[in-house]
């Protein structure tokens, strides 16, 4: 994944970045059970474009559900991959399964 897209290895450091960050960010919980690992695949090229977007605007955190799990718990995250758009660290909007480019860009445009 691109540098452009930060991606904490544990939930304090999930947080960590989260209190640095100013402006939306768009929290992207991924998995890598079976089930989950194609359409996160996936998800990751769709949330690559957002960010390239919505660079300047927008903060992507890219977190596996397995290694952040308070995140994962505080925002109800019940799947991979999921995708809460967050201001001031409170959830604003959620988008959960795969996602098309199109349908990620009109729900960013639309919430931020």
């Known amino acids: 994944m691109a540098s452009r897209m930060h991606q904490p ?5 999930f947080d960590f970045v989260l209190s640095r960050v100013e402006g939306p960010v768009l929290a ?3 998995g890598t ?5 194609q359409a996160c695949k996936e998800m990751d090229v ?4 957002a960010a390239d977007e919505f660079a300047g605007r927008l903060t992507v955190l890219k977190a596996d559900i397995t290694r952040c799990p308070l995140p994962v718990k505080r925002y109800g ?14 959830p604003t909007a959620t988008l959960t ?11 960013l445009h639309r919430h931020l």
């Open 28 to 30: 992207y919980f991924s």
């Open 33 to 37: 059970w079976p089930k989950a690992v």
């Open 77 to 90: 995250v019940t799947g991979a991959p999921t995708l809460v758009l967050l201001h001031d660290a409170e």
């Open 97 to 107: 399964g795969p996602q098309s480019p199109t349908t990620l860009s009109a729900f």
């Open 9 to 13: 290895r544990e939930s304090a450091e």
């Open 46 to 49: 769709v949330v690559g474009e």
